[in-house]
């Protein structure tokens, strides 16, 4: 099939929540917070890239990934660069990216160990719509009260750096050698390609659009390209197959896509620029 659903898994994290929304359902009040829902690619494949959703109740670790380089250092298949797409975002809430001035590894370290690195992030206020691109080595955390779309590398590497008293491991060693301890410096921005077709990120090793049209466009993929489509607001569909707001479909080659008004839907693929291929129009 060219339109793969994917399934989902989700994950508890004390940090999560129970009212989730987004075409998915709450969980009930004995049961434990979700704070991510992955969507599983099908057993046998091996993708580059992963979605995920997160529902954020309290702060994150203060966190940092590796680049692919740094990552094959330590046996891993690649490093992780990701975007958020910031769905939903309570009054006050905020994001940090990067450091409010150039810090050494050493200070980063010390910062780190008695916690003053909580006033050294350069913490943000989000609101819906806002769309952010990290480049690996970006010293990062995210808010409470934050819901979000991520698109990222394939790959399960987290070096927490500060993680506010919780019992937790930190990563210190790893995470210091690969941080960047630097005001970060947003180098996404958004464009039309097309009536209807906006890049939110292009980046070093994904893109993600962002589809708005009325009607039924044709998509055509390259031959062995993966693409992947993430509904999120209005009905849709592919391939004449109902799409759904908290789904996560896999496309391969040639699809059509249909929105009605009003519909907005992700379309995300590997690479540094947007394909030329598709939607033909």
């Given at each position: 099939m060219?339109?793969?659903r994917?399934?989902?898994?989700?994950?508890e994290k004390p940090?999560g929540?129970?009212?989730l929304?987004?075409?998915?359902?709450?969980?009930?009040?004995d049961?434990?917070p979700?704070?991510?829902?992955?969507?599983?690619?099908?057993p046998?494949?091996?993708?580059?890239?992963?979605?995920?959703y997160?529902f954020?109740?309290e702060?994150?670790?203060i966190?940092?990934?590796p680049s692919d380089a740094?990552?094959?250092?330590r046996g891993l298949?690649c490093g992780?660069?990701e975007?958020?797409?910031?769905l939903?975002?309570e009054?006050?809430?905020?994001?940090?990216m990067?450091?409010?001035?150039s810090?050494s590894?050493?200070?980063?370290?010390?910062?780190?160990?008695?916690?003053?690195?909580?006033?050294?992030?350069?913490?943000?206020?989000v609101?819906p719509?806002g769309v952010?691109?990290?480049?690996a080595?970006t010293?990062?955390a995210?808010?409470a009260g934050i819901?979000l779309i991520e698109?990222?590398?394939?790959?399960d590497v987290?070096?927490?750096?500060?993680?506010?008293g919780?019992?937790?491991?930190?990563?210190?060693d790893d995470?210091i050698?690969?941080?960047?301890?630097e005001?970060?410096?947003?180098?996404n921005?958004?464009?039309?390609?097309?009536?209807g077709r906006a890049v939110?990120?292009s980046g070093r090793k994904?893109?993600v659009?962002?589809?708005t049209?009325?009607g039924?466009?044709?998509?055509?993929l390259?031959?062995?390209?993966?693409?992947?489509?993430?509904p999120?607001?209005g009905h849709?569909?592919?391939s004449?197959?109902?799409?759904?707001?908290?789904e996560?479909?896999e496309?391969r080659r040639?699809?059509d896509?249909m929105?009605?008004?009003?519909?907005?839907?992700?379309f995300?693929y590997?690479?540094p620029s947007?394909?030329?291929?598709?939607p033909?129009?």
């Amino acid at each position: 099939m060219t339109a793969t659903r994917l399934s989902t898994i989700s994950v508890e994290k004390p940090w999560g929540r129970r009212d989730l929304g987004f075409g998915f359902p709450d969980v009930a009040a004995d049961g434990a917070p979700i704070g991510e829902i992955w969507f599983e690619t099908p057993p046998g494949n091996t993708h580059d890239l992963m979605v995920k959703y997160l529902f954020t109740s309290e702060r994150l670790s203060i966190q940092v990934h590796p680049s692919d380089a740094q990552a094959r250092e330590r046996g891993l298949p690649c490093g992780k660069e990701e975007a958020w797409i910031i769905l939903a975002a309570e009054p006050g809430a905020t994001i940090a990216m990067g450091t409010t001035r150039s810090v050494s590894s050493d200070e980063l370290r010390a910062a780190t160990l008695d916690g003053s690195i909580e006033a050294l992030m350069d913490w943000k206020p989000v609101s819906p719509g806002g769309v952010f691109y990290l480049p690996a080595g970006t010293v990062h955390a995210i808010g409470a009260g934050i819901t979000l779309i991520e698109v990222q590398q394939n790959v399960d590497v987290t070096y927490r750096l500060y993680d506010y008293g919780r019992p937790r491991e930190l990563h210190l060693d790893d995470g210091i050698a690969v941080s960047r301890g630097e005001p970060f410096i947003c180098q996404n921005g958004g464009f039309e390609l097309a009536d209807g077709r906006a890049v939110l990120v292009s980046g070093r090793k994904f893109v993600v659009e962002k589809w708005t049209w009325d009607g039924t466009r044709s998509i055509e993929l390259p031959i062995g390209a993966l693409a992947w489509l993430i509904p999120m607001v209005g009905h849709a569909e592919v391939s004449e197959q109902d799409i759904l707001p908290g789904e996560c479909w896999e496309i391969r080659r040639n699809v059509d896509v249909m929105l009605s008004p009003g519909a907005e839907i992700l379309f995300a693929y590997s690479g540094p620029s947007p394909l030329p291929l598709f939607p033909a129009t």
